[in-house]
Nanobody, 123 residues
């Protein structure tokens, strides 16, 4: 079975940093786009960042540009999200996802979801 397992969430103060990881297994992800989404209480799921498994090309949401960086290591089947200069507005459950269509991934149309990891930013 395909699994995406997130870890690295936690609680930090405003301005702090966290690094989330997503370990993927169960299939080859060649040709896929990998992505991070987040969902805050009472809000809809929001796209954060995406990376193509093969080329490494990235795309970030405007709300996190300059603060968050997505990366991957194909040999480790792992995707990371480095989050710096965190704000209370970043508080959410963060989900790893994978989709065969990179354009649709940005629209939350993905093939696989992880279980999520909580990020809490306090002031």
């Amino acid at each position: 079975q395909v699994q995406l397992v997130e870890s690295g969430g936690g609680s930090v103060q405003t301005g702090g940093s966290l690094r989330l990881s997503c370990v993927a297994s169960g299939r080859t992800f060649s040709g896929y786009a990998m992505a991070w989404f987040r969902q805050a209480p009472g809000k809809e799921r929001e796209f954060v960042a995406a990376i193509y498994w093969d080329s490494g090309r990235t795309y970030d949401a405007d709300s996190v540009k300059g603060r968050f960086t997505i990366s991957r290591d194909n040999s480790k089947n792992t995707v990371w999200l480095q989050m710096n200069s965190l704000k209370p507005e970043d508080t959410a459950v963060y989900y790893c996802a994978a989709g065969i269509n990179g354009v649709q991934v940005v629209r939350s149309r993905v093939d696989y979801w992880g279980q999520g990891t909580q990020v809490t930013v306090s002031s």
